[in-house]
């Protein structure tokens, strides 16, 4: 998805690599710019001291209030952790800036803003941790205690950021719930629109506007009920 609304293009940015999926930037106000572009840590953290302690070194380098912007799929839940951890521990007011898509394991390093805010066009989504494993039943056991076991860490980022009922979370995360701003703020996910021009924006949504909330579940079970009808008059 194209960003359409992010951080100033002119502004200093560090050089990339390969491996990254951030890059720092200074707006011409003299603010901190983190952006996050793109799926999270292409190459897995699992493993991997170096790269999550020259994200860590990076973000503790400045000082003061930090933007961060977000447009993403989701991707390695171990790098998401470790970041949300670190935006966590972060000194300065952190206001997280969706542009486009947080999604997945984006959306767990979203509920680190001091501040969420949206543009009324970005989407965010939830959905139940994934992964592949190969061998026998033993194995295949281990896998899904493993996977439960991570789906209960990312409730716990979830239910800090909106104070929504543990229950309630997880089916959300069990239907993958598609989220619109307005949607997202409601629920307490976001705390506010991003406004056109400004640096920290704080517009709240239209009360008068309808939320979409989409649940890829809910349009199966319509789809195989619609099917049904349809074999059963036939």
């Not at 994934?130 to 493993?146: H, P, Y």
């Not at 789809?223 to 008059?233: C, G, H, K």
């Amino acid at each position: 998805m194209t960003a359409t609304m992010r951080a100033d293009p002119t502004a200093q940015k560090t050089p990339n690599s390969p491996k990254r999926f951030w890059d720092y930037a200074t707006s011409p106000d003299g603010k901190r710019v983190l952006e996050l572009r793109g799926p999270i840590a292409p190459e897995s953290w699992f493993g991997d001291e170096t790269t999550p302690q020259q994200f860590r070194d990076e973000l503790m380098s400045g000082s003061g209030n930090i933007i961060v912007w977000i447009n993403s799929p989701g991707g390695d839940v171990i790098a998401a952790a470790e970041i949300y951890s670190m935006l966590m521990d972060y000194p300065g007011h952190v206001t997280v800036k969706i542009d486009g898509l947080a999604a997945s394991a984006a959306s767990v390093i979203a509920m680190a803003g001091s501040e969420v805010l949206m543009s009324p066009v970005a989407m965010l989504m939830i959905h139940n941790p994934m992964t592949a494993a190969i061998g026998d039943s033993e194995e295949m056991l281990r896998a899904v205690s493993m996977l439960a076991e991570v789906k209960e860490s990312i409730l716990n980022a979830y239910e800090l950021k909106t104070d929504m009922d543990r229950a309630e979370l997880s089916e959300l995360m069990d239907a993958e719930t598609w989220m619109d701003a307005n949607k997202a703020i409601e629920l307490g996910f976001a705390d506010g629109l991003i406004s056109p021009g400004s640096t920290f924006p704080t517009a709240q949504p239209d009360a008068g506007r309808s939320a979409m909330v989409f649940s890829r579940r809910a349009v199966t079970n319509s789809l195989i009920n619609a099917i049904t009808a349809d074999l059963s008059s036939s």
